[in-house]
């Protein structure tokens, strides 16, 4: 069988005391449940920053798009921060075209986004 | 943007330039009707801006629809394109059988919802849907770069 390098596939790891949430391939509505869960794991372990780093990420959807809104939300009412990593150009031409860009904190490496 | 115009008309279209696409209202097939979107706006000549547009907008259409499945259902796209504009008119119909896996979408929320109609706000020049006789449609139609409408 082939590999299919549109595969979605997530991992979680920590950078400077931050999660960080590694999700590649394309983001849709068959892999958003997955995606989802993998965000919620994470974000229930009460960390003050998440970082999600979609730099291998090859597509969303809205489906996929809404997963990150929701957890954006989530993360600010309980006074913390979900930050993205995201240099796919069309994900960033995405955000921009949704007015999400404006809701997230985007950022273009994992370095950048971890806290100081 | 979601306008008052009607759907594509597909008939007396060009043979070569029209192309369908029949898969299960699933989403683990989604990816089929994205693969064969990108397919058909490059042998259509789109650049290559316009073919990731179309393979997101196409993804939306077919969300759109599977979200009012009411159970085992097919999509069929039908995509057609000219010298000015490419359209796709997608058509949900209830199957007899269920689909091999049946793994459908949760119902998606309202929020779900507006952000798809946004992202399709924002990629193409013209969609909307309809039912007739208990048949779900959905079009979009995507104006060639610096084609004048």
Avoid at chain 1, 12 to 34: C, F, K, N, T
Avoid at chain 2, 14 to 33: C, G, K, T
């Amino acid at each position: 069988m082939m590999a299919n390098d549109a595969a979605f596939k997530v991992t979680v790891s920590e950078q400077g005391g931050a999660p960080v949430l590694e999700a590649r391939g394309e983001i849709d509505v068959a892999s958003a449940p997955e995606f989802h869960a993998s965000l919620a794991d994470v974000i229930g372990q009460d960390p003050d920053i998440v970082i999600v780093d979609m730099s291998g990420v090859t597509f969303i959807d809205s489906t996929g798009l809404g997963v990150l809104v929701a957890a954006e939300k989530e993360m600010r009412e309980g006074g913390h921060d979900l930050r993205l990593v995201v240099t796919q150009p069309q994900i960033l031409r995405l955000l921009e075209l949704t007015g999400l860009d404006k809701v997230f904190t985007v950022l273009s490496t994992t370095s950048e986004a971890v806290p100081t | 943007m979601t306008s008052a115009m009607s759907a594509p008309e597909m008939v007396g279209a060009d043979n070569a330039n029209r192309v369908e696409l029949s898969l299960a209202a699933d989403a683990q097939m989604l990816f089929l009707a994205r693969l064969t979107a990108a397919a058909v706006a490059s042998r259509a000549e789109f650049d290559y801006e316009q073919v990731e547009d179309l393979r997101l907008a196409i993804d939306e259409l077919c969300i759109g629809l599977m979200n009012s499945a009411p159970g085992s259902a097919r999509i069929t796209l039908q995509f057609q394109w000219d010298d000015s504009e490419l359209a796709v008119i997608g058509t949900l119909r209830a199957a007899g059988t269920p689909s091999s896996n049946g793994r459908q979408p949760a119902a998606a929320s309202e929020a779900a919802v507006e952000l798809s109609e946004r992202i399709l706000d924002a990629l193409v020049d013209d969609h909307g849907g309809e039912t007739v006789d208990g048949v779900q449609r959905a079009w979009l139609r995507m104006r060639r770069q610096g084609h004048l409408a």
